[in-house]
């Protein structure tokens, strides 16, 4: 069976892909590693133990990480998940607690034990992943793959208009996972918009289903849909990390992906956080990005239907 670490800075995107792995009969979730981004470290932690209890499936052990990034102050996405990062709704009431380990401890131990069988899951600030890289570098090259929600794809950024927020609240932690000699899959914001969002229809359904976890999943989120049909003027939920986490699942919902080379803009302050993508096509100055060899994978296609069939399917 796979075995797998999340890393999540959970808000209410982060709770529905936490959902479907701990549903899951395919994949052992070994632990959850909480990180400060969408919200302050502690409310991560809080919704990542409430969505566990909801969800009612695997129970793994759940640690706390950095509450910062690197370098920087942290950024978050309040404005966009609510305050508590679950969509204020009065969901937030765990009973389960965390473990004392520190996370970054915790990943590099998990993955000692299980040499080569770890599959890692980023759905927040790399921070974390960052650190143990820093601490034992040696030990985290035998992580079999990490998964990553970052970066804008080859689409604009919804953090600013190059960057993602992921990436963006800790750059210098993505650079430092991307470039460790660890295989990355990069799951874009490109690829959660469009035909892979939920519609009202959709929406709907899982309300209407009587399920506790999928009124779970669409009550956190509805101050995401609100602020789509501020900004967007249109009703959806986009759930990036949820396709991110989809991606891992299920690799027959992926229909293309390139490998690339990927760069992490750091020092220009306008351009923070961007990552540029060279997928080898070619280039009239040759010495520049296309003298790199691809240190990334970035998946760019997806069978949208079949993954909505899916994550409907699993929530009800």
């Given at each position: 069976m796979?075995?797998?670490?999340?890393?999540?800075?959970?808000?209410?995107?982060?709770?529905?892909?936490?959902?479907?792995?701990?549903k899951?009969?395919d994949i052992?979730?070994?632990?959850?590693?909480?990180?400060?981004?969408?919200?302050p470290?502690?409310f991560?932690?809080?919704?990542?133990?409430?969505?566990?209890?909801?969800?009612?499936?695997?129970?793994?052990?759940?640690?706390?990480?950095?509450?910062?990034?690197?370098?920087?102050?942290?950024?978050?996405?309040?404005?966009v998940?609510g305050?508590?990062?679950?969509g204020?709704?009065?969901?937030?009431?765990?009973?389960?607690?965390?473990?004392?380990?520190?996370?970054?401890?915790a990943?590099?131990r998990i993955?000692?034990?299980?040499?080569?069988e770890?599959?890692?899951v980023t759905?927040g600030?790399?921070?974390?992943?960052?650190?143990?890289?820093?601490?034992?570098?040696d030990?985290?090259?035998?992580?079999?793959?990490?998964?990553t929600?970052?970066?804008?794809?080859f689409?604009?950024g919804?953090?600013t208009?190059?960057?993602?927020?992921?990436?963006?609240?800790?750059?210098?932690?993505?650079?430092?996972?991307?470039?460790?000699?660890?295989?990355?899959?990069i799951i874009?914001?490109?690829?959660?918009?469009?035909?892979s969002?939920?519609?009202?229809?959709?929406?709907?359904?899982?309300?209407s289903?009587?399920?506790?976890?999928?009124?779970?999943?669409?009550?956190?989120?509805?101050m995401?849909?609100?602020?789509?049909?501020?900004?967007?003027?249109?009703?959806f939920?986009?759930?990036?990390d949820?396709v991110?986490?989809?991606?891992?699942?299920?690799?027959?919902?992926?229909?293309?992906k390139?490998?690339?080379?990927?760069?992490?803009?750091?020092?220009?302050?306008?351009?923070?956080?961007?990552?540029?993508?060279?997928?080898?096509?070619?280039?009239?100055?040759p010495?520049?990005?296309?003298g790199?060899n691809?240190?990334?994978?970035v998946?760019?296609?997806?069978?949208t239907?079949l993954?909505?069939?899916?994550?409907?399917?699993?929530?009800?």
């Open positions: 796979r075995k797998m670490i999340i890393d999540t800075d959970c808000g209410s995107d982060d709770a529905v892909a936490l959902m479907m792995a701990l899951s009969r052992s979730v070994e632990a959850i590693t909480a990180v400060g981004g969408n919200v470290l502690d991560a932690v809080k919704n990542a133990l409430m969505t566990i209890e909801v969800t009612g499936g695997q129970k793994p052990p759940l640690f706390v990480g950095a509450v910062k990034p690197l370098f920087r102050e942290l950024v978050t996405a309040v404005n998940h305050k508590d990062g679950m204020d709704a009065g969901l937030i009431r765990p009973t389960l607690l965390p473990e004392n380990e520190h996370a970054v401890d990943i590099i993955v000692k034990s299980c040499p080569d770890i599959e890692l759905i600030p790399a921070t974390n992943v960052a650190l143990a890289i820093m601490k034992d570098p030990t985290m090259k035998r992580v079999k793959q990490i998964y929600m970052g970066t804008s794809g689409g604009p919804n953090c208009p190059v960057s993602e927020f992921n990436v963006y609240v800790d750059a210098e932690a993505f650079h430092i996972m991307i470039t460790a000699g660890i295989p990355v899959t874009g914001f490109d690829l959660c918009l469009g035909k969002a939920l519609t009202k229809t959709e929406l709907d359904t899982l309300m289903s009587g399920k506790k976890e999928a009124m779970f999943a669409v009550t956190c989120n509805r995401v849909v609100d602020y789509n049909i501020t900004a967007n003027g249109q009703y939920l986009d759930l990036p949820a991110a986490m989809g991606v891992m699942l299920w690799d027959d919902i992926v229909l293309e390139k490998p690339c080379y990927a760069y992490v803009c750091l020092k220009e302050e306008a351009a923070y956080g961007q990552v540029i993508l060279n997928d080898g096509s070619k280039l009239a100055i010495e520049g990005f296309g790199h691809p240190n990334v994978e998946c760019t296609k997806i069978d239907d993954f909505k069939k899916r994550l409907l399917s699993l929530l009800m």
